[in-house]
């Protein structure tokens, strides 16, 4: 099957459905999703979609605070460096099953850059310090 770039705001939305079925699923991060955050998929999804559709197509859709949103998750249960690494894990891989090219790239190395932030921030470290190490497919 030959892969597409990432052109318009339905293969986004594709992305981050298909990443939220299987992660939801993943024993280990997907319980911080349903049991601690308890997200409502109806809502958070096209929130997500919307965050995406601002990085790649500059659409000014979004209005939010990720930093925030992880930071009262981190309050509850104490996120580690590990759950943003398999996050990454998994949202590259479902932007890898079909999409290919800049738009596509673009999106796995912001998600890399927010992975980062974020661990960096509940870690007390820089961003250019964290490494999160993926596995190699």
Avoid: C
């Avoid at 049991?35 to 995406?52: G, R, S, Y």
């Avoid at 605070?65 to 509850?76: D, F, G, S, T």
């Amino acid at each position: 099957m030959s892969k597409s770039d990432v052109i318009n705001r339905a293969d986004i939305e594709d992305i981050v459905t298909r990443f939220y079925q299987t992660m939801l699923d993943d024993p280990i991060v997907g319980f911080i999703f349903t049991d601690v955050a308890k997200i409502d998929l109806e809502h958070h999804v096209p929130v997500i979609v919307n965050f995406w559709a601002d990085i790649i197509f500059n659409e000014r859709t979004y209005s939010g605070n990720p930093m925030r949103k992880h930071l009262e998750i981190h309050q509850k249960l104490p996120l580690v460096p590990g759950h943003f690494t398999r996050w990454l894990y998994l949202f590259n891989r479902a932007i890898d099953e079909k999409h290919a090219g800049a738009n596509a790239e673009q999106m796995k190395h912001r998600a890399e850059m927010v992975a980062k932030s974020i661990s960096a921030v509940i870690s007390d470290m820089k961003r250019a310090d964290m490494n999160l190490v993926l596995p190699t497919t």
